[in-house]
């Protein structure tokens, strides 16, 4: 287990890697950080529905195979503002975005439940080595422990203002994504 400032462990060139995003969740905890200041330039964000930088798709800096990222999210609206958000992270470069009707307040559990299913079934279909999971909620120690059981690594990214600590001592590296969506300088870096 590790955190650097870098998001994927150093050993895993040549790797399949598939990134899992609870977008939702992602995209409540950004709004926290930031409060009522805009969105840094490398940033893109849709207070409640998601958040992303272009920074995080890592065209030229990895070595591994990055084979899909996943995206959920859930939104209040018709068909046509679902589609426009789809339309929206494909524009970043989400190859996957699933994004559902939201009926209440809170957060989605469909959300959540979708992410499971979606990255143990990977798992157990050996569609990956490394498995990212972008969130910080305790719910996912089951799921990281099954995919784990499964032969799989998992990275977590997180911004620290939604982590357990728990979580954070069952992954096999961790990376803050503060470092790219809320530091000015990011790019420098990536």
Known sequence: MGSRRQPFPYNISSSRVMIFID?????????????????????????????????????????????????????????????????????????????????????????????????????????????????GDEDYVPLVDAVMSEGRRVCLWFLENGLSPLLKTRVDHFFDLGHVLLDEHADRYF
């Open 23 to 135: 977008g939702e969740n992602l995209a409540i905890r950004y709004a926290e950080s930031i409060g009522n200041l805009e969105p840094l330039k490398q940033v893109k964000f849709r207070r409640g529905v998601y958040v992303w930088s272009h920074l995080l798709n890592f065209p030229h800096h990895v070595t591994c195979d990055i084979v899909r990222k996943y995206y959920y999210t859930s939104l209040k609206g018709d068909q046509n503002t679902i589609d426009g958000v789809i339309s929206e992270l494909k524009d970043l470069g989400i190859e996957a975005p699933r994004v559902f009707k939201k009926y209440k307040t809170r957060g989605s559990k469909r959300v959540d439940i979708s992410l499971a299913v979606d990255m143990l079934m990977h798992a157990s279909r050996k569609n990956y080595n490394v498995a990212v999971l972008v969130g």
